[in-house]
DNA sequence: AGAATAGCATACCAAATTAGTATGTATTCA
DNA sequence: TGAATACATACTAATTTGGTATGCTATTCT
């Protein structure tokens, strides 16, 4: 159980995107200094932008923006927006063949830390991770 | 980002355990019970004592008992024992090529997340799923 | 003692997921 | 028009996950 690379990059490219004040980030950019693989990210800018925490203009001079505020933007809502099967918690998940069904007890104990979980990543905004990460950066 | 089979079964085994209150368990008895594929949970039993969550006995009329008291057997706990990569977040995972390294104002997030993280998972002792699982199966 | 039962260790294998690439098309600006 | 860019689809490679196979060692029962 770890974060994987899409829920890293796809955050770093937001930090990015909002290091740039307002003012469209294209993926080659983002990547140039983030050292981050193109196509790759362009993957991850294209599942923020259908969960709508991007926007993007395409052609010379596009690229991308945030679609809402720093402090809009959870760390969750990140997570799912690259990665849709987040928080399928055992049992729960798509298909556990081995899960006993209607008389298995744990359904109810996995939903529970699910969403302890879930709302423990969704305290962490962009805005504050931008600003812890800039902190860092300056000491 | 889900929990794995490995917690799942593992968790499942543990509880076996628990249930027949004192008496060996053989891997072959939990399997039955919990119709799980036996030479994997015998792996799983494997990395659970390892971690002295349980005690073994081999030969005729052997198994596993636990090794603690179930209010001392932690989710976290079941999870290193049979994930050993749990929690490593983000960059600060074993080789993530693409961080900046000393310049790279995450790995502080990623720290404090993770140990919320697993904070909340050590909230849920063996006991306590016991219970509600119990409490599940006869209603 | 010896058979049966069970743990334990090692190696192997298959499926799924993850990470990344390749190729080409559509859109926008200058 | 042409360069720069997003966007879409398909493919590939590496890793992880889930699971087997084989066989040995330890213990108990008769």
Redesign the pocket.
């Known amino acids: ?2 974060i ?3 829920t890293e ?1 796809a955050l770093r490219a937001l930090l990015e995107i909002l290091n740039s004040d307002g003012e ?6 983002i990547c140039r200094r983030q050292m ?5 990210i ?2 991850l ?2 599942g923020l ?1 259908a969960a709508a925490l991007v926007s ?9 923006i945030l679609a809402r505020t720093p402090d809009q933007i959870r760390l969750h809502d990140i997570m799912q927006a690259v ?1 849709d ?1 987040s928080w399928e918690l055992g049992c729960n998940g ?1 298909d556990d ?2 899960c006993l069904g209607a008389d298995c007890g744990l359904h109810g104990i996995w939903n529970e830390i699910a969403e302890k979980l879930h709302n423990t990543l969704q305290e962490y905004t962009l805005a504050y991770i931008f600003e812890q990460n800039k902190t860092r950066e300056t000491t």
């Open positions: 159980m770890a994987n690379t899409r990059y469209a980030v294209s993926a080659a950019e981050l693989p193109k196509k790759y362009e993957h800018l294209a932008k993007s203009t395409a052609g010379a001079r596009g690229g991308y990665d099967t798509k063949k081995y």
